[in-house]
């Protein structure tokens, strides 16, 4: 096993790999921005190492400097987490390069599967379903029209090199096709140095669900089961549920079996998640494939009892995959809900500010993975997030009445900080959530996210009509 890890990442992941190091006996470095020098992940790492100004591109997006600072400390591996250069197979060949072990697949593998366009044909080579559109980037806007005539309006614009939600656009009138196509291009270009795009049928009412895989880089592959993440707002995860409520249980086998199919035409090493569309007749369709960590990661941690972050680092150091397929066996159902500072009546605008009150839920069955604490300063600089509950109960009704109260237990405060938990109560006790009938549109059917609308006030926006299933409960 390694000796010592840089966690090249900061907040509540860096925090939440470290710990596991620490249970492993591995010393663990932490980076830290200016800003950040005072962080809890900063306190409790073994050692710390201030790499640039708050300055995304000139701290945790420098490569430089994260390969110097681990060299300086005597790491021998780099833990990317999730979001910055965990899927930057420029980033992982560097590591590769000074001697360095890179905890997640080989850069050849992230290259391939962070062309999205290209990992869509990666897809269908293994026999997966997918949506009609794009085989390779677009080259030209009358490329871009003349694809979503063929393949049917409305379409979705996403940048090649995309993740998390950012980088898309619906275009649901041709005669918007100019505007939104230079927008996503310009978008993709801000958010990922790349400016090239591609297209493909868009679903209005879909299901996401995502499947966690762990693959030891010579063929063998497993999966932990499937998550719902169709609670967002602008393709953004709010809140993640283990498993997926109102799809058969033939259908999440089905779509698990094609993440593993997928994943051993690769040679998948170490965590990632085959990310899918459920549409209204249950067909999937393979959409991309994230490969790190994910942020909901703890829902699946829970009904598995399986550390993934060892596993992780299990499978990086040489030692292959610890468990078996028949190893992993779920048990009842896990939610997980973002805590972000973030104001939802005025569309999930980031608050900054300075964190005064920061009061975590307790309890049975409750996990809070958080760097917060009173005292810390939300900048602007950095994703909102704060703090993710999740919860674990026998069965549904239980794991969602469990999150109700440890959201209502969630208590912070401090000049200009606003937070989405009231929002995330508001799902959570929304008719259509309850019912397990939500699909990716739930949120703009709350009429959160309309310019005037009325917020997340029950009184002014009566449940929109359910729509029925045929899958189980």
Not at 296 to 306: A, D, L, N, Q, R
Not at 453 to 470: C, Q, T, Y
């Amino acid at each position: 096993m390694f000796s010592t890890v840089l966690i090249a990442n900061r907040g509540e992941i860096a925090l939440r790999i470290a710990r596991t190091c620490r249970e492993l006996g591995i010393r663990t470095v932490a980076v830290c921005s200016d800003s950040d020098r005072d962080s809890m992940v900063a306190r409790f790492a073994d050692e710390s190492v201030c790499i640039g100004p708050s300055e995304a591109r000139r701290s945790y997006l420098n490569p430089a400097a994260l390969v110097t600072a681990a060299l300086q400390v005597g790491a021998d591996a780099v833990h990317p987490g999730y979001g910055f250069l965990s899927e930057d197979p420029d980033f992982a060949e560097i590591c590769q390069d000074a001697g360095l072990t890179f905890i997640g697949p080989t850069p050849s593998v992230l290259a391939r599967l962070g062309d999205k366009a290209e990992a869509r044909n990666i897809a269908r080579a293994a026999g997966l379903p997918v949506l009609p559109g794009s085989s390779r980037p677009l080259a030209t806007l009358a490329q871009a029209r003349s694809l979503a005539a063929e393949v049917g309006y409305p379409v979705i614009l996403k940048a090649v090199a995309g993740g998390g939600g950012r980088g898309m656009r619906v275009v649901r009138d041709p005669r918007d096709m100019a505007r939104e196509y230079a927008q996503a291009r310009a978008g993709a270009q801000t958010a990922f140095g790349d400016s090239r795009v591609y297209l493909e049928k868009f679903l209005e009412n879909a299901r996401h669900i995502e499947v966690q895989i762990l693959g030891d880089g010579l063929g063998k592959v497993i999966h932990l089961g499937e998550r719902d993440c169709s609670v967002q707002r602008r393709r953004q995860k709010l809140v993640e549920e283990t498993p997926a409520p109102g799809l058969s249980r033939e259908l999440a086998e089905r779509i698990c079996s094609a993440a593993v199919r997928a994943a051993k035409a690769v040679g998948y090493a170490g965590a990632g998640t085959y990310e899918f569309l459920v549409d209204d007749e249950d067909g999937f369709h393979a959409m991309e494939v994230n490969c790190r960590i994910q942020v909901e990661h703890p829902v699946t941690e829970m009904v598995t009892g399986i550390d993934l972050v060892r596993e992780q680092l299990h499978v990086a150091a040489g030692y292959g995959l610890s468990l078996r397929q028949q190893d992993v066996v779920p048990r009842g159902v896990a939610i997980e809900c973002r805590v972000n500072a973030e104001d939802p009546r005025r569309g999930f605008l980031p608050t900054p500010g300075t964190v005064r009150q920061f009061v975590p839920p307790a309890g049975p069955f409750v996990r809070v993975d958080t760097h917060g604490e009173p005292g810390m300063r939300v900048t602007p600089d950095y994703d909102p997030l704060l703090a993710k509950v999740a919860v674990w109960a026998p069965d549904r009704r239980q794991a969602m009445a469990r999150a109700d109260r440890a959201l209502e237990e969630f208590h912070v405060e401090g000049p200009g900080v606003c937070t989405t938990r009231d929002f995330l109560r508001e799902v959570l006790g929304h008719p259509v959530y309850r019912a397990a009938k939500h699909t990716t549109a739930l949120i703009d059917e709350m009429n959160v996210l309309q310019p005037g609308g009325a917020g997340f006030d029950r009184r002014a926006n009566p449940a929109p009509v359910i729509r029925e299933r045929s899958a189980e409960h």
